[in-house]
């Protein structure tokens, strides 16, 4: 036996219903268990898709995120380009930086959320052969 995913992601808001509201809104991520009126547990889940997970502790004193957060997220998604469109109609602050991208690693932007915690958004290079 041993670990089959990750299981969850757990951090302290100071309004938890309004910061599970934005990453539904935003990002597509259902409200988890802790929202009021979650209601049917079925409807707490986010069901990922199977890809690659990177679990990395970072020096402490990394520059890559805030030198306050313990956290950054990183989400992987597809149609990065699309997503940033909805993101930036949306009024959300994109960062974004020639050097994050590699054809070797995918292309990277980063989002904060309403509470300031840095969320990576990641597209994995394409598998040869795939269209």
């Known amino acids: 036996m041993g670990v089959l995913g990750i299981g969850g992601i757990f951090f302290r ?13 935003h990002l597509d991520i259902g409200a988890g268990c802790n929202a009021e009126g979650a209601g049917d547990p079925d409807k707490w889940f986010w069901m ?3 890809g690659p997970v990177v ?18 997220l990183n989400l992987r998604v597809s149609d990065l380009e699309g997503l940033l469109e909805r993101l930036s109609a ?34 994995p290079p394409a598998a040869p052969g795939a269209a």
Do not use: C
């Open 90 to 123: 949306a009024g959300v602050d994109i960062e974004t930086r020639a050097e994050w991208d590699s054809p070797e690693t995918g292309q990277f932007a980063r989002i904060h959320d309403p509470e300031g915690n840095a969320i990576e958004l990641w597209e």
């Open 48 to 50: 990922t898709r199977g």
């Open 55 to 72: 679990f990395a502790p970072f020096r402490h004193d990394t520059d890559y995120f805030a030198a306050g957060k313990t956290f950054m």
């Open 13 to 25: 808001a100071r309004d938890p219903d309004a910061l599970s509201s934005w990453y539904r809104e």
